[in-house]
């Protein structure tokens, strides 16, 4: 079983940048389409972005398209998010998941999950 582990989050102010990383122990994460949500505080989990299992494809939610930007490194076995022109909206736990084969948008779907880390910017 893969076991995820997220890290990078902090406080950064309104236009700044920051960069997560999903390191994955256990096994391979070669097979297993991977993907990034949100939750902040009194709101639902939200999907911002999915990669494919080699990378040749992403996904980005509305609201984070040509801010974010989804990669992996499978010889690395990890995932990042490159967050750039942050926003106060943008501030949520951001946790890591994986699902085997194709990437998906509904949480649900998503069956291996990290601890969350904490993204808080500020305006």
């Known amino acids: 079983q893969v076991q995820l582990v997220e890290s990078g989050g902090g406080l950064v102010q309104a236009g700044g940048s920051l960069r997560l990383s999903c390191a994955a122990s256990?096994?391979?994460?070669?097979?297993?389409?991977m993907a990034w949500f949100r939750q902040a505080p009194g709101k639902e989990r939200e999907f911002v972005s999915a990669?494919?299992?080699?990378?040749?494809?992403?996904y980005y939610t509305d609201s984070v398209k040509g801010r974010f930007t989804i990669s992996r490194d499978n010889a690395k076995n990890t995932m990042y998010l490159q967050m750039n022109s942050l926003k106060p909206e943008d501030t949520a736990v951001y946790y890591c998941?994986?699902?085997?084969?194709?990437?998906?948008?509904?949480?649900?779907?998503?069956?291996?999950w990290g601890q969350g880390t904490q993204v808080t910017v500020s305006s």
């Open positions: 998941a994986a699902k085997s084969d194709y990437w998906a948008t509904k949480s649900y779907e998503y069956n291996i």
């Open positions: 256990g096994r391979s994460i070669s097979s297993y389409a």
């Open positions: 990669i494919s299992t080699s990378g040749g494809n992403t």
